[in-house]
């Protein structure tokens, strides 16, 4: 896939940190809480399901809670500067679900990559799209600085290039990569606003499948325009 550069307004790094008061986000029926070693326990009991962990680049389920120490310590603080992820929580019983949010640049898309994970026995009560929704919402708003990335072409086609070749783009994108069978959660993301922008393989690294290829469907999202 051809890639281009572009310039564009990103979230300012440091993002807003937990220390700082970093708040929740409510909906109706979720609260998004940041991630501090206060989930540990919580972030267990999901990252055991296989049903949950097949869908991750792990693949298995985690073994013992110090391995899930070790899997949640990129996103809690002083990770927290550069990333964006949020224990999910049932308004109603304070029950864990799930979990989602920003944590590192696509390596094969270039942008913001988000993605989520939600335990089984929640699946099918549109918990997910009531997340990802929120999520959007408090990623568009935060304050944002120019940065220059080189992303494929077909997530800016919209976008003319300069003299030099650079694409100056107003509104900043945010993309998903799943499985090219997981049509659940390629439906999340479809009533989100994301639209499918190309199809990848890579090297798949779970138990038992090394030497294989995984493939996947890149998504991607626009922040959307306000009239002022």
């Known amino acids: 896939m051809d890639n281009v550069k572009v310039r564009v ?5 440091p993002y807003p940190l937990v220390s700082e008061g970093r708040s929740e986000i409510r909906t109706e029926r979720l609260i998004l809480r940041p991630f ?5 326990e919580d972030m267990h009991s999901l990252r055991i399901q296989p049903e949950v962990m097949v869908f991750t680049r792990r693949g298995v389920p985690d073994k013992d809670l110090a391995e899930t120490q070790e899997r949640i310590n990129p996103v ?14 049932e308004a ?16 094969l898309m270039g942008w913001p990559e988000v993605g989520y994970m939600f335990k089984k026995e929640h699946w099918g009560k549109g918990y997910a799209t009531e997340f990802l929704q929120a999520w959007l919402t408090s990623w568009w708003e ?4 120019e940065v220059e990335l080189e ?5 800016v086609d919209d976008v003319p290039a300069g003299a030099d070749g650079t694409r100056m783009v107003g509104a900043d994108r945010v993309v998903a990569m799943i499985e090219a069978h997981n049509v659940p959660s390629q439906r999340v993301l479809e009533k989100c606003g994301f639209r499918k ?3 990848f393989n890579e090297p798949d690294v779970r138990p038992g499948k090394e030497g294989a290829e995984v493939a996947l ?4 999202a626009t922040r959307p325009t306000r009239n002022v």
């Open 92 to 107: 109603a019983t304070g029950e864990m679900v799930g979990c989602g949010g920003f944590w590192a640049f696509s390596s």
């Open 217 to 220: 469907v890149g998504f991607v």
């Open 36 to 40: 501090t070693q206060d989930v540990l």
């Open 9 to 13: 307004q990103l979230p300012t790094v």
């Open 142 to 145: 935060l304050p944002r600085s």
């Open 151 to 155: 992303v494929p072409i077909s997530t």
């Open 76 to 89: 809690l603080p002083p990770n927290d500067a550069t990333t964006h992820h949020w224990a999910v929580y």
């Open 197 to 199: 922008t190309g199809e």
